[in-house]
């Protein structure tokens, strides 16, 4: 088993900056890629960014510029820097791995538990 623990999330104005953080910690052989996804109230759960093993990432067109996502693979954690903040940025943000629990085992997905991030005035 695996889990997703978030933090860093609260309360900014418009164009302030957050980071998130998400550490993945249990049964972890290796990690295929972890990503942020984001939910507001009356939407679905959608990708905001990922970032895979070998440091690709992408991102949806809404965040382009203003967010970056980043790994530290010696301690399973993943980060968002977000920047130049709007109010539809305002979400709860989860974090999202794909985890392989032993070298024969198969992948596995994970979620976090959330962390909300409010953009207002």
């Known amino acids: 088993q695996v889990v997703l623990v978030e933090s860093g999330g609260g309360l900014v104005q418009p164009g302030g900056s957050l980071t998130l953080s998400c550490a993945a910690s249990?049964?972890?052989?290796?990690?295929?890629?972890m990503a942020w996804y984001r939910q507001s109230p009356g939407n679905q759960r959608a990708l905001v960014a990922r970032?895979?093993?070998?440091?690709?990432?992408n991102y949806t067109d809404a965040v382009k510029g203003r967010f970056t996502i980043s790994r530290d693979n010696a301690k399973n954690t993943v980060f968002l820097q977000m920047n130049s903040l709007k109010l539809e940025d305002t979400a709860v943000y989860y974090c999202?791995?794909?985890?392989?629990?032993?070298?024969?085992?198969?992948?596995?997905?994970?979620w976090g538990q959330g962390t909300q991030v409010t953009v207002s005035s």
């Open positions: 249990g049964s972890i052989f290796s990690i295929d890629s």
């Open positions: 970032i895979f093993s070998g440091g690709g990432t």
């Open positions: 999202f791995a794909v985890v392989r629990g032993s070298p024969l085992a198969p992948l596995g997905s994970y």
